[in-house]
C-alpha cells in the first residue's frame, strides 16, 4: 500500500479510536454518576468530540488536496462524516443529561453506554480492516455483525423506554429519559450507518 493511501485509513482509526473514549468516558460517567460533576463531564467530553472534530478536518483537507484516492473521493469523505457523528450524538447523551437536570441514573442507561461501546469498538475494527476493502470477505462479516448489535440496541431501547414510567411516577422525568434513550438510541445507529458507508465502498469495488 502506498504511503499517501496508508494516511486515509490510519485516519479513519485515529477517528474511530476518539469515538472508543468517548463512549468509555460516558460509561464511566453514567456507573458513577455524580450530578455535581456533571459540569466537569461535559468539559472532558467535548474535549474528546473536539479531537474528533480534529481528525475529520485533517480527512478533509487531505482529500482536497489529494490528485488520486484509494476509493470514491465522496465515499471516503461520507465515511469521515458518519465517524464524526458517532462522536457527535455520544457527547449529545450526556448533554441531555445536563438540560434534563437529571440526579439519578437508570440502570437501562449504563447498560445501554456499554453497548454503545461495543458498537464503537467493533466499528474501530471494521475500519482497520478497511484497507482490505478489495478482499471483502471479513468486512462484509463485521457489518453484519455490526447490525446485529445495533439491533441488540433497538431491543434495549423499547425495553428502556417502557421502563421509564416504572422509574419515575413525573411525567417530565420519564419524557426526560425518554429523550434520552432516543440519544443513546442514535449513537447506535450512526455506528451503523459508518458500517453502510463501508457496504457501499465494497459493492463498488466487487
Not at 461520507?78 to 440526579?103: C, G, H, K, M, T
Request: aromatic share 8%; proline share 2%.
Amino acid at each position: 500500500m502506498a504511503k499517501s493511501d496508508r494516511l486515509y485509513f490510519e485516519n479513519y482509526t485515529a477517528a474511530a479510536q476518539c469515538c472508543n473514549k468517548a463512549a468509555a468516558y460516558l460509561q464511566a460517567c453514567l456507573t458513577n454518576y455524580d450530578y455535581a460533576n456533571i459540569e466537569t463531564m461535559l468539559r472532558e467530553m467535548h474535549e474528546l468530540e473536539h479531537a474528533a472534530d480534529g481528525v475529520k478536518h485533517e480527512m478533509t483537507a487531505m482529500l482536497a488536496k489529494a490528485f488520486v484516492t484509494p476509493m470514491d473521493r465522496e465515499d471516503m469523505a461520507q465515511i469521515s462524516a458518519n465517524i464524526d457523528e458517532v462522536a457527535d450524538f455520544i457527547e449529545e447523551v450526556l448533554q441531555r443529561i445536563y438540560v434534563n437536570r437529571i440526579q439519578t441514573i437508570m440502570p437501562e442507561a449504563v447498560a445501554f453506554a456499554g453497548k454503545i461501546v461495543e458498537c464503537c469498538q467493533m466499528m474501530t475494527d471494521m475500519l482497520s480492516e478497511l484497507p482490505n476493502f478489495k478482499k471483502p470477505k471479513k468486512l462484509h462479516e463485521m457489518i453484519i455483525n455490526l447490525s446485529h448489535k445495533e439491533e441488540e440496541c433497538d431491543q434495549l431501547y423499547l425495553e428502556a423506554t417502557l421502563k421509564a414510567a416504572d422509574f419515575s411516577s413525573d411525567v417530565l422525568t420519564v419524557i426526560f429519559w425518554r429523550e434520552i434513550f432516543d440519544k443513546l438510541e442514535k449513537c447506535a445507529d450512526a455506528c451503523e450507518h459508518v458500517g453502510d458507508s463501508i457496504e457501499t465502498i465494497v459493492m463498488k469495488n466487487s
